[in-house]
């Protein structure tokens, strides 16, 4: 969807837990929390507090109330996007829910993105959040049983990113959106996201890539969402089949915790990706290090009740293009 009126990202925010404080994007992050649990008595209750705090950090930003926000678009990993609906209890906002596991970000970007482009809406919030804690106790085991993790394994992100969106001014552009469709290659383990992902980013890609005209090389990086190690390199394989080389890509799940040997392949998770584009991304399109780029979240659209009947894990990805301010 190429918008005729690309809106702009006028302020976002980001906030990270005990892990992502010490990784390498920590000093870009807005809110940093030592205490996993945010003061909460629980985790579920803890991620609803993260994603509370980081839209308001976003609105402070913008020196706006939650009275002048139209719309917040915002989702989780938690059964029935309970963390997003719970903050929105608090924020007391027009609230719509979206699932898409973790391309959430992209996905509540790109639909703030149309509706303002449209002139339907202004003041609107994408957002998302993840806590590892509440994604382990939901869709593997509860940590007490200390299971091992495999290699393959990605490490959830405690985090969340908060973006506003205005249909135009001074800000980040968002010229066009690709809404991704549901890739399934079958794969069946639950340990390896980037695997059941992968095939999602790169259909997404080359479908943009083909309607648009355009190359890899007429942006200055292709960040994915949450791959990892793993998933990164099937991605490559897979554009290297059909002629595409993605020298410039980048992915959210590597970048957000670096060469930490603990998170296994990688992060993942609603969080990651969010925190990466509001504490990396954004700042520097605002910098001018960056003049264009993709931002593609992948998600893996599976429920522990799916997976425990040996069903497959479909993926999805989805794109938005984002541009430097205006000068």
Known sequence: MQLPHPPVIAAWASAGGKRESAGPLAEGLDLLYEDNRLGQKSWEKAEERLLEETARACMKKASLNPDQIQLALAGDLQAQCTASGYAM???????????????TMAESLAMAACLSS???????????????????RQFRMPLNYGGMRTPTSQWTATAAGCVLLHPAGQGVQVPSVAFGRVQDLQIKDI????????PAAADTLLRYFQDTGKTPADYDVVFTGD???????????LMQQEGVDLTNHQDCGCLLYGDDPTVGAGGSGCGCSAAVLCSHILPAL??????????VATGALM???????RESIPGIAHLVELAAPAK
Do not use: W
Request: net charge negative; proline share 3%; charged share 15%.
């Open 118 to 136: 449209s002139g339907v809406g202004d003041n609107i919030l994408a957002m998302t959040t993840s806590h590892f804690c509440a994604a382990e």
């Open 303 to 309: 429920s522990q009740p799916i997976f425990l009947q």
């Open 191 to 198: 340990t390896n996201m980037g695997a059941a992902m992968a």
């Open 227 to 237: 791959l990892g190690k793993v998933g990164s390199e099937l991605l490559h394989e």
């Open 89 to 103: 209890r608090q924020l007391e906002v027009p609230f719509a829910g979206l699932y898409g596991a973790c391309s």
């Open 286 to 295: 605002t910098r001018g290090e960056y003049h264009k780029v993709l931002f």
